[in-house]
């Protein structure tokens, strides 16, 4: 019982061929295509004032060095929106509870607006390592603790990703379970159970968007020291 509640997060296979590829194209499908027309119809309208209102929050901390990086940005915050969202649907599989992807998508990006510090601004980018007016005692020990939390936070951004999406289906698949065990033995406490159930759903499509939010934030954050 105990391993059936993590076969979810085991990458599905169909005659021995891994399907997380097509789990990742598949979010692209959904979205509309764009048209070379002035008048369009409401998903698309509705498509371009999200993708403006995502552009724009994501913007506002940046100076404008940092724009460039808005399709970047952009694309990846509906990217972790729209996977984040499609597996909270039943039987489906969520590439992002996967701690390799999630690294796969923190290390690039970071590792990219710390190069792009390091060569635009070095001496500004190496200053992060040792806070103004630091003891001289103090100095080594701060450059080794500065130096280790700035390796970190590619493996902090992933795990953060990873460890909060799969707390969350994890309880959906445990309180799921005990809702229909529950029917059968007492209905009025497996009523009791689907409301918070439903309830945990709807925390859940929050924390979904609230965690691919986060992690595009962090790293528009780490864009913005670096420019």
């Not at 701060?142 to 999406?165: D, H, K, W, Y």
């Not at 209905?187 to 499509?205: D, G, H, M, W, Y």
Request: hydrophobic letters at 55%; proline letters at 7%.
């Amino acid at each position: 019982m105990n391993l059936s509640f993590f076969d979810q997060f085991m990458s599905p296979h169909l005659l021995g061929i891994p399907l997380t590829l097509i789990s990742l194209l598949f979010p692209a499908l959904l979205l509309p295509s764009p048209r070379n027309r002035w008048i369009t119809n409401r998903i698309s309208a509705l498509q371009s004032w999200f993708i403006y209102t995502i552009t724009k929050q994501l913007m506002t901390p940046l100076n404008k060095k940092g724009h460039k990086w808005a399709l970047i940005l952009s694309s990846l915050m509906i990217f972790l929106l729209s996977i984040n969202l499609l597996g909270l649907l039943p039987y489906t599989f969520t590439p992002t509870t996967q701690l390799s992807m999630n690294l796969a998508l923190a290390f690039p990006l970071w590792l990219a607006t710390l190069l792009t510090g390091l060569r635009n601004q070095p001496s500004a980018s190496l200053g992060h390592l040792l806070p103004e007016g630091t003891p001289t005692p103090l100095i080594p020990a701060l450059i080794m603790i500065e130096t280790t939390s700035l390796l970190i936070r590619p493996l902090a951004l992933g795990v953060r990703l990873t460890a909060n999406l799969t707390a969350g289906h994890l309880l959906i698949q445990l309180i799921s379970t005990a809702t229909a065990v529950l029917f059968s033995i007492m209905p009025a406490i497996s009523i009791l159970t689907a409301c918070v159930l439903l309830l945990l759903t709807i925390l859940e499509v929050a924390v979904a968007m609230i965690q691919a939010y986060v992690f595009v934030l962090l790293l528009s954050l780490y864009l913005q020291e670096n420019i």
